[in-house]
């Protein structure tokens, strides 16, 4: 059986951090979907469709990965790809902490999903998505914190 990992996030935008997550597991799973979770109440600030297409630039010569966005509960995201892995990076111990309930609660819901956890590689430690968007909205230079070929427009 394909072994199908989701990748959830608001990637609001997608990072080199993220990107480095994701090359990382390109071995141990057959298919990555990085699932961009929405709210049809809650507004980001990139348009989704634009997030889904600077991600799939990013990934277009790496058939492994997949894009797609959702709104609802990741289980069920997982539940509806044949996903049996939930892929997701850790920075700190506060995202220990997050992550840690987030991952028991997923599990207690769907117990065949396997929450799968990458360290970060120590330079992307301070990179989030939420400190790129602020440098970003005042015009500052976000080139060297997002994916090289990452053309935000
Ligand atoms: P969320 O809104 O669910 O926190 P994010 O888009 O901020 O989504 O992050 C998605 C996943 O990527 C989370 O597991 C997060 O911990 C991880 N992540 C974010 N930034 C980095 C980074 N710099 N290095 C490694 N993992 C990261």
Redesign the pocket.
């Known amino acids: 059986m394909k072994k199908i990992a989701v ?6 935008p997608f ?4 990107e ?2 994701v090359l990382r597991a390109l071995d141990m799973f057959d298919e990555i979907i990085i699932a961009i ?1 929405y709210n049809s109440e809650k507004k980001g600030f990139f348009p989704i469709e634009k997030r889904i297409k600077w991600i799939e630039k990013v990934f277009e010569k790496t058939p492994k990965v997949k894009v797609l966005s959702f709104e609802g509960l990741t289980v069920d995201f997982c539940k509806q790809h044949n996903a049996k892995y939930l892929l ?4 700190t111990s506060s ?1 220990f902490e997050f ?1 840690r309930a987030i991952a028991q609660m997923n599990k207690k819901i769907l117990p065949e999903v396997e929450s799968v956890f ?1 360290l ?2 120590p330079e ?2 301070p ?3 939420t400190i790129v968007r602020e440098i970003y909205k005042h015009g500052g230079n976000i080139s060297e914190f997002i994916p090289k070929n990452m053309i935000i427009e």
Do not use: K, M
Not at 7 to 12: L, N, Q, V, Y
């Open positions: 990748f959830p996030g608001s990637f609001d990072t080199v951090g993220h480095s997550i979770g997701r990076g850790l920075r995202d992550e990458l970060t590689s992307n430690t990179i989030s998505s």
